[in-house]
């Protein structure tokens, strides 16, 4: 498997990236992509371990080190084939991927671990400039109609597995263009559209309907979807959460998904008028996660004079965590490439009031030092250090919390059931109601990509079986995958 002692020969390099001075000038995705040389001997590098833990950090459960041994040998398209063969879409992975399978690496226990994520960015890639991802429709139809309501990641894997099944499939999207939280919620500079594009135009020619603009429960009837022999719900977890204080009448306070949806409009329409823009403003960005670093990287390329970025929870350290010992998710420090644009970045922070002017627009933010402790039920508290009072100026406040749960329009008109976290309720996807499935955020909650892939993945299996009392899609033998021609 791959190069013996590879890893003692080669150190892992990363993707370059353009200058700073230059990428804030634009939109787009900003890496250079390393020679096909060097991915190969970055392939070389995994280990052989007995047990590669890899695939467990995985939730698609991506056969790593089996497409790293092909990209050794010189042998893409058989990679490549490995690689799809559990992932539907490794272009939006190898880009947007937090990568748990290389926290889990067994080299990375004793040094930088397996460059995954970008052997796999580059691999689809290749495969896309050789000509040899290609449509690959049903031979024959089963003849059963399945409705997927939302197009990100979920909906789109859940689809090409049913479809790949024979079924016939139509997805609804209720916005103007298709990929949910890709499209949308994400920046260009993490995603070019056009990648989205170039999937959804083999996912069309292999027989998938698209709709756009249809609100399912509200613009087309709940009675037109239950027609569907199946329904597969993969809306996402869009509800957003907010800070309990006054905010509501301040001209300068938005969430982070419509700032960063608006933005991305704007590039499709340049005539359109950018309502929430940080130039030559004092931008606040509450909440650490990657959608907060994503509001920063959209600040700055729009010219902001400023960008604070607060979290309410200590800063973690730069190395992992005892917490979260190998092979688990690491608590540790993520810097992402938003943050070296320029970013003052505050951890034990809380937020107490925001300041206005008497016409109602914000001019501040009031904060409070915050820590953290323990009580005697082992459950932590948030402890507000008193004195610790700062007020911050600031002319736009982007609030990046994450998200409550799913919208329940569709739960209450189709009467299913929810859970205490307001997710649909569903045992192995399927809901109280048999026909009707669900997949994704809207199912486990507010997740990564790469997790909404893998559900609706295992979605299309409970599909099917309650379909055909069977499952259409068998894991393939490795000799299978590498006689195929794709």
Known sequence: MGEIGG?????RINEKQQP???????????????????????????????????????????????????????EWKKALNILHSTNNFPEFTGRLCPAPCEKACVLGIIDAPVSI???????????????????????????????IVGSGPAGLAVAQQLNRS????????????????????????????????????????????????????????????????????CGGATIPRNLPINKFTINGVHQAMDYLKEQTKALYNQKQEI?????????????????????????????????????????????RDTSTPWPFWPLQLKTTTSHDEGCDRNW???????????????????????????????????????????IWPCDLVL????????????????????????????????TNIPKIFTAGDMRRGQSLIVWAISEGREAAKSVNKFLLKKNLLPYKGQGDLLNSNN
């Open 20 to 74: 700073v001075s230059k990428r804030l000038k634009n939109y787009n995705e900003f890496t250079i992509s390393l020679n096909q040389d060097t991915l190969k001997s970055q392939a070389s590098r995994c280990m052989n371990c007995g047990v590669p833990f890899c695939h467990s950090g995985c939730p698609l459960g991506n056969l790593i080190p089996d497409f790293n041994d092909y990209i050794h040998r010189g």
């Open 117 to 147: 994520e970008n052997i796999e960015k580059y691999l689809v890639e290749r495969g896309f400039k050789e000509g040899w991802i290609k449509p690959k429709p049903p031979t024959k139809r089963t003849g059963k109609t399945i409705a």
């Open 399 to 430: 609030l990046s919390l994450g998200f409550t749960g799913p919208e329940k329009t569709l739960a209450e008109q189709l009467e299913l059931k929810t859970n205490q976290r307001g997710n649909y309720s569903a045992k192995e996807y399927q």
């Open 166 to 233: 024979g079924h016939l499939v139509t997805v609804f999207e209720r916005d103007d263009k298709l990929g949910g939280l890709l499209r949308y919620g994400i920046p260009n500079f993490k995603l070019e559209k056009n990648i989205i594009d170039r999937r959804i135009n083999i996912l069309e020619e292999e027989g998938i309907i698209f709709k756009t603009n249809v609100n399912v429960g509200i613009n087309y009837s709940i009675e037109k979807l239950q027609k569907f022999d199946a329904i597969v719900l």
């Open 275 to 319: 309502a929430i823009n940080a130039k030559n403003k004092n931008v606040i960005v509450i909440g650490g996660g990657d959608t907060g670093s994503d509001c920063v990287g959209t600040a700055n390329r729009q010219g902001a004079s400023s960008v604070v970025n607060f979290e309410i929870l200590p800063k973690p350290s730069k190395n």
């Open 7 to 11: 890893f003692k020969l080669y150190k």
């Open 348 to 390: 034990l922070i809380n937020t107490k009031e925001f300041l206005t002017d008497d016409s109602g627009n914000l001019t501040g933010i009031k904060t409070v030092k915050v820590k953290w402790e323990v009580d005697s039920n082992k459950k932590p508290v948030l402890i507000e250090q008193s004195g610790s009072e700062k």
